[in-house]
């Protein structure tokens, strides 16, 4: 379980796009595919496709669930720590102003973003929140 360094961006810019890396690493498609999608979202809801509540939504359309990370410190996890404790599974975790994938256990980012302190995370699948 570790830090992996990966940038699906066709040009490997690293710019702010870290939404559509993030999707491109979850859903499995390219880079190219996650921004065309995203962008239609955007576009039939006239916001900008990277907004939270324009890619959170496109995921949940998609059959994704959310669901919070506790955040209160001493037990405040971590990407590092959320990747650790979740060795199956495809997530993507939200910081509020960051996106980074989680997958089988690894996560994915263009810098190790292990110590950023996720809030929420999205999965495939029935909530399990009762």
């Not at 496709?49 to 955040?71: C, K, M, Q």
Request: aromatic share 14%.
């Amino acid at each position: 379980m570790a830090y992996i360094k990966y940038n699906a961006n066709p040009y490997n810019n690293d710019t702010i796009d870290c939404v559509m890396r993030g999707i491109s690493k979850v859903m499995d498609i390219s880079w190219d595919e996650a921004y065309i999608r995203l962008f239609v979202e955007g576009y039939l809801k006239k916001e900008i496709p990277t907004r939270n509540d324009v890619w959170i939504e496109f995921l949940l359309s998609e059959g994704y669930h959310i669901e919070a990370v506790p955040n209160t410190c001493p037990n405040c996890i971590t990407v590092e720590q959320f990747a650790e404790d979740h060795p199956e599974g495809r997530y993507l975790l939200g910081t509020g102003s960051h996106v980074i994938a989680v997958v089988h256990g690894n996560y994915y980012d263009t810098f190790d973003s292990g110590k950023e302190r996720p809030i929420y995370y999205l999965k495939k699948g029935e909530n399990k929140v009762a």
